[in-house]
């Protein structure tokens, strides 16, 4: 049976990537932009659809379409930086609607559907920063800690219809995120030395992160599962780190993701 697929952010990056690898696996697909009919070298097999989820009005004009979608990747997002003192409320309110109330939305107009035909995979694309916070991102860290406290709790709400949500959590990933990232920090910023040091290991970490196709490749591992896990973590040592964290100090792991911001703690 073809499946229905719909990934969000799917013009450049992680989104692309899943959006062909899951055409490559068979499913009919989605995939949006806030301008599908700019979206470079578009992936063939993929139908672009619009979406702005900073607008209520885009989202609810999805319904239609996410009735009948078997997965639903969560992918679009906005990466914010800033000192915690200094971020702007309405930066704040915007990040939120983005990278939280939109894809809580967006899953609770497909899940109806999927119950009822008892098969659906939700999958939330958080951060490995959600579960290794670090400064200068509070506000991006609380999104994605957000999101997949969505997921972690409604997750057995749902999974005796055979509907699974999931959480991916990458690491640093070779997107070019960086160019697209959100800053905000005053211009006479007591913060600004370390917050400045604090951005550029992030850029340097992106810019030498792992291929966005080896994170497609994890969602589909995620999609394929009969039980999917409550997290699925790749890229930046994953396997390594999340071990450590299990039998570390939290005060070691705290250190240990600052220093890897050119950060001591
Ligand atoms: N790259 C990393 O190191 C990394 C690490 C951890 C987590 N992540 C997460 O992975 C996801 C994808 O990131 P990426 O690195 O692939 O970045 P990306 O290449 O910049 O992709 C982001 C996608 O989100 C869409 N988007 C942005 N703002 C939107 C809005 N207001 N409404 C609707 N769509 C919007 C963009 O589509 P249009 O511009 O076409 O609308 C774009 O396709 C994000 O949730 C990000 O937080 C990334």
């Given at each position: 049976?073809?499946?229905?697929?719909?990934?969000?952010?799917?013009?450049?990056?992680?989104?692309?990537?899943?959006?062909?690898?899951?055409?490559?696996?068979?499913?009919?697909?989605?995939?949006t932009s806030r301008k599908p009919a700019a979206v470079q070298a578009p992936v063939a097999g993929v139908e672009y659809l619009p979406?702005?989820?900073?607008?209520?009005?885009?989202?609810?004009?999805?319904?239609?379409?996410?009735?009948?979608?078997?997965?639903?990747?969560?992918?679009?997002?906005?990466?914010?930086s800033g000192p915690f003192e200094e971020l702007p409320g309405d930066a704040l309110r915007r990040l939120f609607q983005i990278n939280?109330f939109g894809p809580v939305r967006l899953a609770q107009l497909a899940l109806p559907g999927m119950r009822e035909r008892g098969y659906?995979?939700?999958?939330?694309?958080?951060?490995?920063?959600?579960?290794?916070?670090?400064?200068?991102?509070?506000?991006?860290?609380?999104?994605?800690?957000?999101?997949?406290?969505?997921?972690?709790?409604?997750?057995?709400?749902?999974?005796?219809?055979?509907?699974?949500?999931?959480?991916?959590?990458?690491?640093?990933?070779?997107?070019?995120?960086?160019?697209?990232?959100?800053?905000?920090?005053?211009?006479?910023?007591?913060?600004?030395?370390?917050?400045?040091?604090?951005?550029?290991?992030?850029?340097?970490?992106?810019?030498?992160?792992?291929?966005?196709?080896?994170?497609?490749?994890?969602?589909?591992?995620?999609?394929?599962?009969?039980?999917?896990?409550?997290?699925?973590?790749?890229?930046?040592?994953?396997?390594?780190?999340?071990?450590?964290?299990?039998?570390?100090?939290?005060?070691?792991?705290?250190?240990?993701?600052?220093?890897?911001?050119?950060?001591?703690?």
């Open positions: 049976m073809e499946r229905t697929a719909l990934v969000t952010g799917a013009s450049s990056g992680i989104g692309r990537a899943t959006a062909e690898a899951l055409v490559a696996a068979g499913y009919r697909v989605y995939g979406l702005e989820l900073e607008s209520e009005e885009s989202i609810e004009g999805l319904a239609g379409t996410l009735e009948s979608v078997d997965v639903l990747v969560n992918n679009a997002g906005e990466s914010q939280v659906g995979r939700v999958v939330m694309v958080g951060s490995m920063l959600a579960s290794f916070p670090l400064a200068y991102r509070s506000s991006y860290v609380a999104s994605k800690a957000a999101i997949k406290g969505f997921s972690n709790a409604a997750r057995h709400e749902l999974s005796p219809y055979g509907v699974w949500l999931t959480t991916v959590e990458p690491g640093s990933i070779a997107t070019g995120l960086s160019e697209r990232r959100t800053v905000y920090a005053n211009p006479d910023s007591p913060h600004r030395r370390r917050f400045e040091t604090m951005l550029a290991a992030l850029d340097r970490n992106e810019r030498a992160g792992t291929p966005p196709e080896r994170v497609a490749r994890t969602i589909l591992t995620a999609i394929a599962a009969t039980r999917p896990r409550q997290r699925y973590a790749v890229g930046s040592n994953a396997p390594l780190v999340f071990a450590l964290r299990r039998v570390a100090p939290v005060g070691l792991a705290e250190r240990l993701t600052h220093r890897k911001h050119n950060l001591s703690i």
